[in-house]
């Protein structure tokens, strides 16, 4: 079981909410994917209507629902969007993301450090999306934050773990629950993030725009669990043979 | 969590277990995995991995080189007092032990100072007895902006303190703190400290916490090995460093190995740690953790210490005093242990330059760090 504050996961793979082209399918792929934490995006909600397409059936399908604050492009609007988020959805959690870089969507580390010890000291369970810089989590962990999302390549690009030398110090230093977020395109990929050792993954693009996603969300779900499984038996056993002349320790027969 | 709490809920009876019951094929997994980690330190900490110490050799001083290249930083304890309130069954100061009592005065720790730095040392450790009132924070604050004058790096191994007293010394110099738990068995460690605040275990156990929040540069954790089961002390020793390291992040860390020397009035070792397992130890330490400093004091025979060297080793003292004056008058027989290699700095330094290792005397300026 996973645990990020006082939540328990069954599931480790998290979903997103965008790119689906129908409520219907998004839902479908929901429920395949097994997944219990869903992100949906503030800047998405119709507010003003109340009747949002998305929002209700996701409240009624029983999965938790976990904010962010994409299109913030500076700590000010995302603390802001969280705000938000707490009124409107009755939710502590949010997906701290800003990236005020249009093209790659890049996430600005100063900008979500400082909105991240802010939404900390207002009691939030913020969930940073940053790159995967070993030394930014564990300033985030510092100023309180329940779990980092570092990335695995740029979002959407479906490269897998661009970053793998990055994410396995990050997994190896963490004190909280590392979830990789964006990049990650295919089961094979979400597998190996967990043979790494990540706690999670989340998955939005691969799904959503693949030809079934349904299907596809099904095949997250399994992929997760046996990168997670493999990562607990314990992978890399080769045979290593002891050298018959020991230039090292020979001392130790003198 | 403070480590003491994060400690119980560890079982010493499981991990031993553990240790016993590793494999030979945990022990192969281990040593192939790219980075090292608890899991692994257990495995090639137990005695299923004394086939695999070649290997382990091989690869420790592989990982090494790779990270500190072939140098490897001299220092030189410089004994401020041999006065101790304390009662350690295994130590020369203890309060009880009739000896000379000496505490240097400025004069004394200047001639000192001269001996050390004419054998061309520029990084130092002071050590003392544990004598709050005698010597304590007030000699202390005296002493350090004295010896910061002549040498660029000072740590101290003397009796712990408060947190705002490590602030303050940080504050005029002291650049390392070394702070050996001995054993991390509560019941061993009641047996062997019996009188005086070092009998207090958990004060001790938080001292590490107290140095890092103080900001001090480096920590220095140890076990004195023979006072327990070594395999178990030295995993525990691995669970607080790695605790350490993942709280307190900017500090860096070493970890001394010491093997339990004879000295006056001193007990004999009630489990002896081999040669094997010295080596068994450093290498388990650094496939455990390639950054570590580890360091190696003059305890160890030279020959013992030439092989060492190359393995793991990124720290050594070499022409060591132990005893308070010990470099200006060498014989006033004032000793807290007997020294092992008792070669000059000169000599150790041409041995290691032989096995193509590079001393390093210099290698910190505190005025280019504390901005
Ligand atoms: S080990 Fe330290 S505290 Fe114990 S008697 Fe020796 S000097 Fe004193």
Known sequence: MLKIADHQFHSRLFTGTGK??????????IKASESQLVTLAMKRLDLKTGNDDILQPLLESGVKLLPNTSGARNADEAVFAAELAREVLGTDWVKLEIHPDPKY???????????????????????????????????LEEVGCAAVMPLGSPIGSNQGLATETFLKIIIEQARVPVIID??????????????????????????????????????FAQAVQTGRDAYLAGLGHVSTKANETSPLTGFLND | MSFQSYLQTLSREKLKLALYSTTEKDVERALNSPCGDLNSLLALLSPAA???????????????????????????????????????????????NRLKRKTLDSVELDAEMKVVKSLGYDSILLVSGEH???????????????????????????????????????????????????????QTYAQHHTRGKKSDYSYRLETPERVAKAGVDKIGL???????????????????????????????????????RPCTGGITPKVELTDKGLVQLI??????????????????????????????????????????????????????FEISDERTPAQVSDAMRRKGLN?????????????
């Open chain 2, 132 to 186: 709050e009132t005698k010597v304590g924070i007030d000699y202390f604050k005296r002493v350090l902006p004295q010896v910061k004058k002549q040498f660029s790096y000072v740590a101290m191994e003397v009796q712990p303190l408060e947190e705002q007293d490590y602030r303050d010394l940080a504050g005029i110099g002291l650049d390392a703190v070394m702070i050996y738990q001995e054993t991390y068995n509560p």
């Open chain 1, 105 to 139: 969507l890049m996430p600005d580390p100063i900008e979500t450090l400082e909105a991240a010890k802010r939404l900390c000291d207002k009691g939030f369970i913020v969930l940073p999306y940053i790159h995967a810089d070993p030394v930014l989590c564990r300033r």
């Open chain 2, 283 to 336: 290498c388990a330490f650094r496939l455990f953790n390639q950054q570590l400093d580890i360091s190696l004091s003059t305890r160890e025979s030279p020959a013992l210490r030439d092989n060492l060297f190359a393995l793991g080793i990124t720290h050594i003292s070499a022409g060591s005093s132990t005893q308070p004056g010990g470099y200006v008058n060498p014989d006033s027989q004032l000793d807290q």
């Open chain 2, 359 to 371: 001393p390093v005397w210099k290698d910190w300026e505190a005025a280019w760090i504390a901005q």
């Open chain 1, 182 to 219: 964006a990049g990650i395109g295919a089961p094979s990929q979400a597998t190996f993030a967990m043979e790494l050792g990540a706690d999670a993954v989340l998955v939005n693009t691969a799904i959503a725009s693949s030809n079934d996603p349904e299907a596809m969300g099904r095949c």
């Open chain 2, 50 to 96: 004394e086939p695999y110490i070649e290997q382990m050799a091989q690869r420790s001083s592989q990982l090494t080189r790779q990270r500190f290249g072939a140098n490897i930083g001299m220092y030189l304890p410089l004994y401020l007092s041999n006065l101790c309130a304390n009662e350690c069954d295994y130590c020369g100061f203890s309060m009880s």
């Open chain 1, 20 to 29: 689906f082209s129908t409520a219907d399918t998004m839902l479908a792929a």
């Open chain 2, 222 to 260: 140890g076990v004195l090995l023979g006072l327990d089961d070594w395999r178990l002390d030295a995993l525990l020793l691995g669970h607080h460093l790695d605790y350490l390291e993942k709280k307190y992040w900017r500090t860096r860390y070493s970890v001394s190995l010491p093997r339990l």
